[in-house]
Antibody, heavy 119, light 110 residues
Framework: EVKLVESGGGLVQPGGSLRLSCAAS????????MSWVRQAPGKGLEWVSL???????RYAESVKGRFIISRDNSKNLLYLEMNTLRPEDTAVYSC?????????????WGQGTMVTVSS | QSALTQPASVSGSPGQSITISCTGT?????????VSWYQQHPGKAPKLMIY???KWPSGVSNRFSGSKSGNTASLTISGLQAEDEADYFC??????????FGGGTRLTVL
């Protein structure tokens, strides 16, 4: 079964750091482009970051310089390292797989992990 | 404020057709044929319904169709069914090498 499962969310103080993980099964993360998307409570989707199969990365302006997307090919894991967190970063963070043959469209999504930034 | 503009809500009766618009600029929707549409039921993960403006992922009903004219993309759902009631989000690749999402549209099946 093709599946994504996120972990690592939690409560963190403003200015703090957190690392999210996304475990893939049924496919290889390094063979696809992968992304992180977040959704604040009751709000819409917001794209956060993307990593291509070749390793190039892209970031939304709102997180550039604070977040880092990476992957561990040996463990088939995707990561999102989040630093200097702000209250507006509070959201459910989901990882998503780039659709084969599709451009910047995501055909497999995880259920997400909640990140709350608050003092 | 979302980068792409969608109506907050639309509604229709079973069997009818509805269209959801997604308006951007020449730097995103109008500049690339990389518009996607997602369906999201409450508490569930988004599901890809349309990609590259008008293509269907495997397993998606052809009752869902996508199109684009200028800076506005559209998702049309024909033969509305109760299970189509959900939130719908559009997205588009942008010239800044980023991805923009719309604010989402709540579809109510009357």
């Amino acid at each position: 079964e093709v599946k994504l499962v996120e972990s690592g969310g939690g409560l963190v103080q403003p200015g703090g750091s957190l690392r999210l993980s996304c475990a893939a099964s049924g496919f290889t993360v390094s063979s696809n482009y992968m992304s992180w998307v977040r959704q604040a409570p009751g709000k819409g989707l917001e794209w956060v970051s993307l990593i291509y199969g070749g390793g190039d990365t892209r970031y939304a302006e709102s997180v550039k310089g604070r977040f880092i997307i990476s992957r561990d090919n040996s463990k088939n894991l995707l990561y999102l390292e989040m630093n200097t967190l702000r209250p507006e970063d509070t959201a459910v963070y989901s990882c998503a797989r780039g659709g084969i043959g599709a451009t910047w469209a995501f055909d497999i999504w995880g259920q997400g992990t909640m990140v709350t930034v608050s003092s | 404020q979302s980068a792409l503009t969608q109506p907050a809500s639309v509604s229709g009766s079973p069997g009818q057709s509805i269209t959801i618009s997604c308006t951007g600029t020449s730097s995103d929707v109008g500049g690339f044929n990389y518009v996607s549409w997602y369906q999201q039921h409450p508490g569930k993960a988004p599901k890809l319904m349309i990609y590259d403006v008008s293509k269907w992922p495997s397993g998606v009903s052809n009752r869902f169709s996508g199109s684009k004219s200028g800076n506005t993309a559209s998702l049309t759902i024909s033969g509305l069914q109760a299970e189509d009631e959900a939130d719908y989000f559009c997205s588009s690749y942008a010239s800044s090498r980023t991805l923009a999402f719309g604010g989402g549209t709540r579809l109510t099946v009357l």
